[in-house]
């Protein structure tokens, strides 16, 4: 478990797509260094947030760190697209300690988004993306939290998906959080990782199983529920 605070951006020194060793497995491994003060407390086997990804620690010293990918990894991520030199957000593991300054993330990748544009406002950037598997779209509410290599942001703005637009949403970057995340130097058209809140997938699942085990009728409470967001939402806007 994380809390989408990136503690320190790493540098990629290897992707290996067949890695022998020990610590490799015979699969792909990815080596980052450049990232000495998250090290401080590592132990073989830890867990650890690389670009919104949980991957296990196989392999470290004082300044740099191993981990395997797996092929759904590969798939789901955008980590089989990093070269040497590319820069990555780095997150340990929350503790009894840890503040939630964030939210909680998972590291479970959902899918990519294509960045669409990057826009200016003030000393902050808005950047508007775009999920590669337009279901996640259901999950983002504007004012809620997404996870974006592995950053938690506030969405700012939402267009759902219709025939003639794909659907898209935006969040914006603060200047300091410019300085600490690694989206902030990608272009038009990178890809990032996206976790939606999974408070939301387990209310959707909750839902799902209830109109399976109800024929789809709705109970009163429900209902009214449903009758009392709809009016708060009406008369906000």
């Known amino acids: 478990m994380f809390t989408g605070i990136v503690e320190a951006v790493g540098t990629v020194s290897a992707l290996e797509k067949h890695d022998d060793t020990s610590s490799g497995g015979g699969g792909t491994s990815l080596t980052i260094s450049d990232c000495a003060e998250i090290l401080t407390d590592a132990h073989l086997g830890d867990s650890i947030n690389i670009n919104g990804t949980c991957l296990t620690i196989t392999e470290f010293d004082s300044n740099s760190f191993k981990v395997g990918i797996a ?4 798939r789901r991520t955008n980590l089989g697209s990093l070269e040497s030199r590319s ?17 909680f993330v998972q590291g479970h990748v959902d899918t990519i988004a294509t960045i669409l544009s990057i826009t200016p406002d003030g000393n902050a950037l808005t950047f508007r993306v775009q999920p590669r598997d337009s279901e996640v779209l259901k999950y983002i509410v504007e004012k809620g939290y997404v996870a974006l290599d592995g950053a938690s942001l506030t969405i700012t703005k939402v267009v759902e998906e219709s025939e003639s637009n794909g659907g898209w949403w935006e969040v914006m970057l603060i200047a300091y959080t410019q300085e600490k995340v690694v989206m902030a130097q990608k272009s038009v058209g990178d890809a990032v990782n996206v976790e939606v809140d999974m408070l939301g997938k387990y209310v959707d699942q909750c839902v799902r199983v209830y109109f399976k085990q109800n024929s789809g009728e709705l109970s009163k409470p429900l209902q009214n529920l449903i009758g009392n967001s709809e009016g708060r939402v009406t008369s906000t806007h």
């Open 87 to 103: 820069r990555v957000n780095l997150e340990r593991a929350v503790s009894a300690t840890t503040r939630m300054g964030g939210h």
């Open 71 to 74: 092929p759904e990894t590969l």
